[in-house]
Nanobody
Framework: QVHLVESGGGLVQAGGSLRLSCTAS????????MAWFRQPPGKEREFVAA????????WYTDSVKGRFTISRDNAKNTGYLQMNSLKPEDAGGYYC???????????????????WGQGAQVTVST
């Protein structure tokens, strides 16, 4: 099983950028898909972005397309979420998730992912 640890959260002004990292331990990271979800205060966890095991395919929720980029470096067992042009509505806890086999039609469902990190907080000030 993959153990995931997020880092890189913090406070940023609206319009600014942050890069989140998700470092994995375990033998299966390179063969697992990876995703980022977020949970705004008082709301349910929502899908942000996903990448397949080799980085060739990516998926994004509409609200972050063109601003966020998901990527991974399997040699470093690390995934990334580059967030640009941040808006106040992007604030919340950001969680990375991993799983070996999730069909594309299910990647947006948090219940489909087995492994989760502890989360990183992103705060966007106006």
């Amino acid at each position: 099983q993959v153990h995931l640890v997020e880092s890189g959260g913090g406070l940023v002004q609206a319009g600014g950028s942050l890069r989140l990292s998700c470092t994995a331990s375990g033998p299966t990271f390179g063969t697992s898909g990876m995703a980022w979800f977020r949970q705004p205060p008082g709301k349910e966890r929502e899908f942000v972005a996903a990448v397949n095991y080799n980085g060739e395919n990516t998926w994004y929720t509409d609200s972050v397309k063109g601003r966020f980029t998901i990527s991974r470096d399997n040699a470093k067992n690390t995934g990334y979420l580059q967030m640009n042009s941040l808006k106040p509505e992007d604030a919340g806890g950001y969680y990375c998730a991993g799983d070996a086999n999730i069909p594309p039609r299910r990647i947006g469902r948090s219940s489909a992912w087995d492994c989760w990190g502890q989360g990183a907080q992103v705060t966007v000030s106006t």
